[in-house]
T-cell receptor
Framework: GAVVSQHPSWVICKSGTSVKIECRSLDFQATTMFWYRQFPKQSLMLMATSNEGSKATYEQGVEKDKFLINHASLTLSTLTVTSAHPEDSSFYIC???????????FGSGTRLTVV | AQTVTQSQPEMSVQEAETVTLSCTYDTSESDYYLFWYKQPPSRQMILVIRQEAYKQQNATENRFSVNFQKAAKSFSLKISDSQLGDAAMYFCAYRSGAAGNKLTFGGGTRVLVKP
């Protein structure tokens, strides 16, 4: 079946630094990738939608200059949290967009802690 | 915009018993899909079951079944013969059949299984 590999699974960074999270579709081409944020004991909130070769579409209230998304190929999408602050600490999950055979495929998530 | 509501923050069930999780949604569309996802402590999102709105027959997957009431915009999940491994967060989700393809999640229901 379809697999989305997400790395790193967890990361601790200092306040003010940037962190990059990668999502790779291993055995299929993901023309669309969704990026979610999940706070403890809460639901998944969509941050942005990325389409291969074009600019990402951000949800209302999400700072596009802070959360940089790149989808340069059909198998790789990245989320960079720039100038991270403690309030950016969260669980980030990517999901490849809908395909008739596989539906949605989720990465395993990245726990980001900013200290 | 579509909204998904899960009114039960937590449900407890005895092992081998049955539990039903509620989900309601709001939409003006006629073409859409509904899903139930499971998120265990590992936080990996796992598809439990899906339902196409145009199908009148309720979807079933082994011990999991749904009660899809389109007119009432209700989509409940029944877990039969509950097992310890069913303990997790369960999220109801909506996908428009039109352009966009993004998932809208409900707030989640935590299921506790008592041995």
């Amino acid at each position: 079946g379809a697999v989305v590999s997400q790395h790193p699974s967890w990361v601790i960074c200092k306040s003010g630094t940037s962190v990059k999270i990668e999502c790779r579709s291993l055995d299929f081409q993901a023309t669309t990738m969704f990026w979610y944020r999940q706070f403890p004991k809460q639901s998944l909130m969509l941050m942005a939608t990325s389409n291969e070769g074009s600019k990402a579409t951000y949800e209302q209230g999400v700072e596009k200059d802070k959360f940089l998304i790149n989808h340069a190929s059909l198998t790789l999408s990245t989320l960079t949290v720039t100038s991270a602050h403690p309030e950016d600490s969260s669980f980030y999950i990517c999901s490849a967009g809908w395909t008739p055979n596989y539906g949605y495929t989720f990465g395993s998530g990245t726990r980001l802690t900013v200290v | 915009a579509q909204t998904v509501t899960q009114s039960q923050p937590e449900m407890s069930v005895q092992e081998a018993e049955t539990v039903t999780l509620s989900c309601t949604y709001d939409t003006s569309e006629s073409d859409y899909y509904l899903f139930w996802y499971k998120q265990p402590p590992s936080r990996q999102m796992i598809l439990v079951i899906r339902q196409e709105a145009y199908k009148q027959q309720n979807a079933t997957e082994n011990r999991f079944s749904v009660n899809f009431q389109k007119a009432a915009k209700s989509f409940s999940l029944k877990i039969s013969d509950s097992q310890l491994g069913d303990a997790a967060m369960y999220f109801c989700a909506y996908r428009s059949g039109a352009a966009g393809n993004k998932l809208t999640f409900g707030g989640g229901t935590r299921v506790l299984v008592k041995p």
